[in-house]
């Protein structure tokens, strides 16, 4: 904790039945410190048309009339947002030791009974969603439905539909949805690496279940705070590239989109920073880039899962004040390689022990974990551009990740 906040997921599975915010996730130090295309699903998102002055639509008379590119933007995406709501069980461990001779003579007391062995309970919760194709597919997160036995998904108007969950990503926390639908309202993807600090966002969702109330979701407005935040390692869950907006998002809006004045989604709406024990906004919301939403989500219709077994053939640790200076290096920076396997990807890229990564793709590398998150993006095949420091210079690698194999 920095400065008292906290990492909120907005919208998790919560600890007993009822409308729950989530659970509190302590931040890692980063966090307290035209659209890629590929053959398959995702060559079937919609995408913007491109204008030659995209910014004129955008601003166009937002606070000289009451119908202006937000009032717009809204009726455009609203219909495509959806509530959900989810039942998990859940198994907790018996309460009452194991120990054989304390089971023989408690465990046949009635009132004991229920105390040994494992329980299994249900847990509700809920969060938001967006349909993203008119067979209804619908985009959300892991946290809201990766682990839910049950889904109900209820659209703008009351409608509501059981839903299955087609494929789903811990580590990215995405999860992909199916209701059966032929015409059914759906949104159109921007392009998050065009997003622009400063332009205004508007996050659409489910906070505390008033989709509940009346049907629709509910809508607020900020700008693009900042881009590119890498939150670090939360929960067995990587925050990387983050886009940061201070449109007011709350417990509820896990899985919501976040839309630009164009009605485009730029992003899928995912967690918060909170102060103190309170679990409300208090400026600080995040999204995940629809660039990599639109890369998952074309996996997990394909696969159910998303295929992370790379290898690259070496292993590293962080650098420390001592490794720096035994180097010659002017500050402490980067991960120095402690090992590469023979007949490896990185022994044919040429990289050797004591070289020290220092950025991979552009992407600054301090620390063991910002490298697990940067090769967790990687694909088998993919060709990774290495900066490495040796010999008390700069050196360029190109590494071909490559399938691990058993």
Known sequence: MKNGLKVVLVLSIPLLAGVGIGYIIKPSQEATAETARSDGFEDSFPVSVQVQDRSALGTDQISNSRHNAITRAVARVSPAVVGINVTEVREQQGLISNDPLFRRFFEQDPFFRQYFGNRKYEVKGLGSGVIISPDGYIITNDHVAGNATEITVTLVGGKRLKAELIGTDPLSDLALLKVEGNDLPYVT???????????????????????????????????????????????????????????????????????????????????????????????????????????????LRKRGKVERDIWTGFEAQQVDARVARYFGMTQVQGVIVSDVFRNGPAEKAGIKVGDIILEISGEKINSEEELFAVLNDARPGDVLRLKVYREKKEVQVQLRVEQKTL
């Open 189 to 299: 993807f921007g392009n998050s690496d065009d997003v622009v600090i400063g332009e205004w966002a508007i996050a659409l969702g489910n906070p505390f279940g008033l989709f509940e109330i009346n049907d629709k979701p509910t809508v607020t407005v900020g700008v693009i705070s900042s881009t590119g935040m890498n939150l670090g390692r939360q929960n067995n869950r990587v925050y990387r590239d983050m886009i940061e907006t201070d449109a007011a998002i709350n417990g509820g809006n896990s899985g919501g989109p976040l839309v630009n004045s164009l009605g485009e989604v730029v992003g899928i709406n995912t967690l918060i920073f909170t102060g103190g024990v309170s679990q409300t906004f208090v400026g600080y919301g995040f999204a995940i880039p629809v660039n990599k939403v639109k890369r998952i989500v074309a996996e």
